[in-house]
Structure formats: C-alpha cells, structure tokens
C-alpha cells in the first residue's frame, strides 16, 4: 500500500494521519528510522508508560523453569 506524504522546506516528513494512527505515531513520540533496500522504515519507540500498560510476561518459579528444562532437553535428545 501506497500513500501520499510530502516532505518539508527544511526535509521534515509529514506522513498522513492514516498512517500515523496505523503505526501508533503520537506527537513528540521518538521513532526509529531505518533504510533498507532503498527504504525508509519508521518504528515508534513506546514509552515506559506503554511499556508498563501491556500484559505482565508469564511467571514462573525457578523450580518450575528448570523443570521444563529438563523435560525439554530430554525430548530433544529423543
């Protein structure tokens, strides 16, 4: 997909409200830029609040993980 932008007197990018609600652009947010085969890719970097508001990762006990370690290792050697 294809969308029009254009590019300021002083080289800012302006890209269309479209995709920046697609990608979750905010204003002020920083972002990451990349080239790649001739181009231009935009990451939004979160903030810690964003970071902080997605789903907590899965808890395990220590026990518990050396467990499936073990069990893991073992049906790879099978």
Do not use: C, N, T
């Amino acid at each position: 997909m294809y969308i029009e932008g254009r590019v300021g007197s002083k080289g800012e990018l302006f890209p269309p409200k479209e995709l920046r609600e697609k990608i979750g652009l905010k204003p002020h947010m920083k972002v990451l830029y990349k080239v790649q085969d001739g181009k231009l890719i935009v990451v939004p970097i979160p903030s810690i609040e964003d970071v902080l508001k997605e789903p907590k990762p899965v808890k395990i006990k220590a026990k518990e993980f050396y467990e499936f370690r073990k069990e893991l290792s073992r049906s790879m050697e099978s």
